[in-house]
């Protein structure tokens, strides 16, 4: 059975956007060498994507573009090449190249994605997909990029809609010069609803 992971950008306050969406303070801290280099790495290291709607198109207007390209060429390079699958109820066709569009229930489509053989499947961003197939128990792994800083009221909470207890176990953790931590968690034996 495939693994799903999420790798999502949060805040200190555990929120992976503002309520309008904007997601600008993930790139806002200085950057480095170190950072770069995961970044990279992070691209290359296999798997196949997977993104909610909003996510996608913002991703699919991005990395075919020259200026991606030119600022970041490996990264665009894996991110045009990877398979992709976007999760969408509106969307009638996905035009990036090498993308699988999954209509109707995120969930029960993931969970029979899991079961077919191939890579492990990596969500991007897609906060509220991550809570949807977090909430359904479909996560094998959440890597969370934690950015310092916070956003108080104005943002959304990756798991700000479950409402079951969640443990978790830390896997790995690394800090980097810039000052994000990258922690890595599964998820345990879920509790009843209290």
């Known amino acids: 059975m495939r693994r ?12 992976y956007a503002r309520t309008d969406g904007d997601f600008g303070w993930t790139h806002r801290r200085e950057r480095d060498a170190e950072w770069d280099a995961f970044v990279q790495g992070n691209a290359g290291s296999g798997g196949e994507l997977v993104f909610g709607r909003v996510t996608y198109q913002m991703m699919a207007s991005w990395w075919p573009s020259s200026a991606a390209a030119q600022n970041e060429p490996l990264v665009a390079e894996r ?21 699988t569009l999954l209509q109707g229930d995120a969930v029960s489509r993931l969970q029979t994605l899991k079961r077919e053989p ?33 956003l108080g009221r104005p943002g959304r ?38």
């Open 4 to 15: 799903l992971i999420a790798f999502e950008m949060v805040t200190l306050d555990g929120c």
């Open 79 to 99: 991110m045009n090449a990877v398979p992709k699958f976007v999760c969408s109820h509106t969307l009638d066709e996905a035009e990036w190249n090498n993308t």
């Open 118 to 150: 191939g890579a492990d499947l990596v969500i991007l961003g897609s906060g509220r997909l991550v809570a949807s197939l977090g909430h359904a128990g479909l996560i094998d792994e959440y890597q969370l990029v934690i950015i310092p800083i916070v």
């Open 157 to 194: 909470s990756l798991f700000g809609g479950f409402d079951v207890a969640m443990d978790l176990r830390l896997t790995q953790s690394r800090r980097f010069g810039n000052g994000n931590m990258l922690l890595c968690y599964e998820p345990q034996v879920r509790a009843a609803k209290p």
